[in-house]
């Protein structure tokens, strides 16, 4: 196979520029805002988002998993380890992130307070989950980075457009 199929193309596509929006979001927004009311609807935004991409990243998994797999690249066993190694831990920590956000949300009464308009005061002050949440958007950032190096430096490298890969 040349080219992955559009489910995958698809969920490629919306999982990626959903990853762009929340991580920025939350990195450049979310973390800077004081924990008051003025917060909430930001955070509900927040985390329909982060449980919808987590539900996506599971869909892709299962889609990964069924499906027929691409034909190789043209390089070497160490970049071919690299690249699995890469989008592993992609899966693993967007599966992390998904899973400290919940647990951030139960522990903080977050869910409460966002969804059903509890009257509980946001205190994420020494919560470590909130904290493994943070670092790892980070490590996320970090990955997605070295993927879409990754990518341009293998069409540098060899003058073939991989990208038509991913797109229909």
Do not use: C
């Not at 004081?34 to 935004?45: G, Q, Y």
């Amino acid at each position: 196979m040349k080219k992955y199929n559009k489910s995958s193309i698809i969920l490629h596509a919306i999982q990626g520029l959903g990853l762009l929006f929340i991580l920025l979001t939350g990195s450049l927004v979310l973390s800077e805002m004081p924990n008051n009311v003025d917060k909430i609807s930001s955070f509900a935004i927040h985390m329909i988002l982060g449980l919808i991409l987590l539900v996506l990243t599971v869909a892709r998994i299962w889609f990964i998993l069924k499906s027929s797999k691409l034909e190789p690249l043209q390089i070497s066993t160490f970049r071919q380890k690299l690249i699995k190694i890469n989008h592993l831990s992609i899966y693993v920590v967007i599966l992390a992130m998904g899973i400290s956000g919940i647990v951030v949300s139960q522990l903080s009464g977050l869910g409460e307070i966002v969804f059903f308009g509890s009257n509980v005061v946001i205190n994420l002050e020494g919560l470590t989950p909130a904290l493994v949440h943070g670092i790892l958007s980070k490590v996320l950032m970090f990955l997605i980075v070295m993927h879409v190096l990754g990518v341009f430096s293998y069409m540098i490298k060899t003058k073939e457009n991989i990208l038509k890969r991913m797109w229909f």
